[in-house]
C-alpha cells in the first residue's frame, strides 16, 4: 500500500475532511455516510452499505480509489480496526493503563498521558477556532428567552456543566434530560425565540440528533459542538464548532469541549449585561 494511503481511521478522517470540498458529488454522499456511520462501514457489504447512502455499489470502489486504496476491501479494513478498538471495554482500558504503571512507567506517565492528551485537544481548538463563529453562537444565544442544552452519552457532562453555570449566571435554561421520559414533551415548548446548543460526536447518539432534527423542525436555531462537517447535527445548526479531541489509552478528553462550552456559556453572560447597561444608559 502506497504511504500516503490512510492506515488508521483518524488518518483517513482528516484526509476525508481535508478533501470535503474537492469531492464529487456522489463520492461526498458516500464518504459523509461513511463518517457518521463507520460500524456499518466496518461489517456491511457493498451491496448494503451502498443501499443505505443511496449510491450506486460502483461509488464505494471510486470513493477508496480517490483515497488511494486499491480497492473498498482495503478501505473497509480501516474501519474494522477502528471498531476492534473502540468496542474494547472499560474494563479492558483500564487493564491497559495498570500495566502500564506496572511495567515500571508508574501512575504518574498515566497522568502525563491524559495531560498530554488533554494539552493537545486544548491546543488544537485554540488555534483553529473561528473567531466570528464564536461571536455569532454568543450573539444568537445571548437573544434567546431560554437555552436548551441538548446531549446524551459522553457528552453529557458537558451539558450538565452548561446547565449549572447558565443557572449561576441566571439565565434561563433546560437541559433536555427526564427520567420519566418526557424529553419530547420539553422539546414542545421550545420556540424560535429560544435556542438550543447540541452536544454529540461520533459515533452520534442517536436521540441526540432526532431531538436537534425535531427542534430544528419547530424553527429554533441551533448552536452545536460536534466533529465533523459530516457530522448530522452540522445540517441542523445555525452555527456549528468543529472540536476533535485527543485520547490517551482509548479515553477520549473532554478538554477542548468543556473550554468550548464555558467561553459560549459566560460569553453570553456578558452579552447580556452589556446589553442590560447600555439599556440602562
Known amino acids: 500500500m502506497d504511504e500516503r494511503v490512510p492506515r488508521d ?14 469531492l464529487p458529488k456522489r463520492i461526498a454522499q458516500i464518504a459523509a ?6 460500524d456499518d462501514i466496518a461489517f456491511g457489504t457493498a451491496a448494503s452499505i451502498a443501499a443505505s447512502a443511496g ?16 480497492g473498498f476491501t482495503s478501505l473497509q479494513q480501516v474501519f474494522r480496526e477502528r471498531l476492534r478498538e473502540r468496542n474494547s471495554s472499560y474494563d479492558e482500558r483500564l487493564q491497559a493503563l495498570r500495566a502500564k504503571a506496572e511495567g515500571g512507567a508508574g501512575h504518574r506517565a498515566i497522568f502525563d498521558g ?3 492528551a488533554a494539552s493537545t485537544s486544548l491546543n488544537d481548538i485554540s488555534r483553529t ?21 441538548l446531549a446524551k452519552r459522553r457528552s453529557y457532562p458537558v451539558a450538565t456543566y ?13 437541559l433536555i434530560e427526564s427520567a420519566a421520559g418526557l424529553n419530547a414533551e420539553m422539546i414542545a415548548f421550545a420556540t424560535p425565540a429560544d435556542a438550543v446548543i447540541a452536544i454529540s460526536f461520533s459515533p452520534y447518539a ?3 440528533i432526532e431531538e436537534a432534527r425535531t427542534i430544528s423542525e419547530q424553527g429554533v436555531p441551533i448552536v452545536a459542538i460536534t466533529d465533523s462537517s459530516f457530522s448530522p447535527l452540522a445540517q441542523f445548526a445555525r452555527v456549528w464548532f468543529e472540536v476533535a479531541e485527543a485520547d490517551f489509552a482509548g479515553f477520549r478528553s473532554l478538554s477542548a469541549t468543556m473550554a468550548l ?19 440602562k444608559a
Not at 9 to 22: K, N, P, Q
Not at 162 to 174: M, S, T, V
Open 9 to 22: 481511521f483518524e488518518t483517513l478522517r482528516a484526509t476525508i475532511l481535508d478533501r470535503r470540498e474537492s
Open 33 to 38: 455516510y461513511a463518517l457518521d456511520n463507520p
Open 55 to 70: 449510491v450506486q455499489p460502483s461509488t464505494l470502489i471510486r470513493f477508496a480509489q480517490q483515497l488511494g486504496f486499491d
Open 114 to 116: 491524559f495531560v498530554a
Open 129 to 149: 477556532l473561528d473567531d466570528a463563529h464564536l461571536e455569532e453562537a454568543i450573539s444568537l444565544l445571548a437573544k434567546a428567552q431560554t437555552i436548551y442544552v
Open 162 to 174: 452548561i446547565a449549572y453555570a447558565l443557572g449561576k449566571l441566571k439565565i434561563r435554561n433546560q
Open 206 to 208: 442517536p436521540a441526540t
Open 261 to 279: 462550552a464555558m467561553a459560549l456559556t459566560v460569553g453570553v453572560g456578558e452579552k447580556r449585561r452589556d446589553t442590560t447597561r447600555r439599556r
